[in-house]
């Protein structure tokens, strides 16, 4: 008698949530359903279709398409929340048709600090793994998705003193397997915050400048020579919050993010995309939340 399929659920499919649905699409365990909203009509029709510099080309056709967690019916394994940061309060209650609390682990896969908080809130006994991703991707049409060869990850818990903390591993363990079978790059880290907030200290630089200046990232760097001086500024200054908050990163990753960027062809960033778009931006979980917790700790 075969095993029951792994119910998986991700909700928001941009261009990082239809990446990820691809990888978990790639395990003959998942039955996979996306909560599609502006891509709807596209990826009922038509699957998602994904070219990639290191996977290849790829149509993905997933089990069920929906416009809501609602509409689906049903509880889930995963509920893999890829959804832009914009108003993490408001989707607890859109995801929480899907959650059994004993069941269900809700994977959050975001850029910002604070993601989690929403969800620890709605579900306090529910497994939370958080993520942070390094991965070039563009939707340039609904349901067409473009891959770079960029491509990492760091997963870790979002401990909950709650559940038993093997329960918690346990569950950590498999999703990572049903990622490595994707055969995508991630590592498991001990504490996710730590990535976390050295992902803030690049958004928080890159996003805002190629957004306000409309140049991509190497325009920018030789604009003036106040260029790299001023951005290692913006960088430090979100370091020097972190450690306030007993975050342990040092100084020289400031160093390591310019060699990073150095090495790439010239970026723009998903903030400058969103605004030329007229899309909703990224403003308070990168630039708001940081000073907001400084302040209140």
Not at 15 to 38: P, W
Not at 92 to 99: K, R
Not at 100 to 118: L, M
Request: charged content about 20%; proline content about 7%; aromatic content about 8%.
């Amino acid at each position: 008698m075969s095993n029951p399929p792994v119910e998986v659920l991700v909700y928001g499919l941009g261009a990082i949530g239809s990446f990820y649905a691809f990888i978990l699409s790639c395990s003959e365990e998942v039955r996979l359903t996306v909560v599609a909203r502006s891509n709807y009509d596209a990826v009922k029709a038509n699957g998602i279709k994904i070219t990639s510099g290191n996977h290849g080309e790829h149509h993905v056709r997933p089990y069920r398409v929906v416009k809501s967690a609602a509409e689906a019916g049903q509880k889930f394994d995963y509920i893999v929340c890829a959804h832009k940061a914009i108003d993490q309060s408001g989707v607890p209650p859109q995801i929480e048709p899907g959650v059994d609390a004993a069941r269900t682990t809700i994977v959050i896969i975001q850029n910002g600090v604070g993601n989690e908080e929403p969800f620890r809130e709605s579900f306090p006994t529910t497994t939370i793994l958080s993520c942070v991703t390094w991965s070039g991707v563009r939707q340039p049409q609904p349901g067409v998705v473009t891959h770079t060869k960029s491509e990492d990850m760091q997963i870790g818990l979002y401990p909950n003193k709650a559940r038993d903390s093997a329960a918690e591993t346990a569950r950590l363990t498999h999703f990572a397997s049903l990622l490595a079978t994707g055969k995508t790059v991630f590592q498991i880290v001990p504490n996710i915050q730590v990535q976390r907030w050295e992902k803030v200290v690049w958004n928080a630089a890159w996003n805002p400048l190629t957004t306000l200046t409309l140049m991509d990232s190497h325009s920018w760097l030789n604009s003036s020579e106040g260029a790299t001086p001023m951005t290692k500024k913006v960088m430090k200054e979100v370091i020097d919050v972190a450690r306030a908050l007993g975050v342990p990163i040092e100084y020289e990753l400031i160093d390591r993010l310019f060699e990073r960027i150095l090495r790439m062809p010239p970026i723009g960033s998903s903030m400058r995309t969103d605004y030329e778009n007229g899309k909703p931006i990224e403003v308070d979980i990168i630039l708001g939340y940081p000073p907001l917790i400084k302040g209140s700790s």
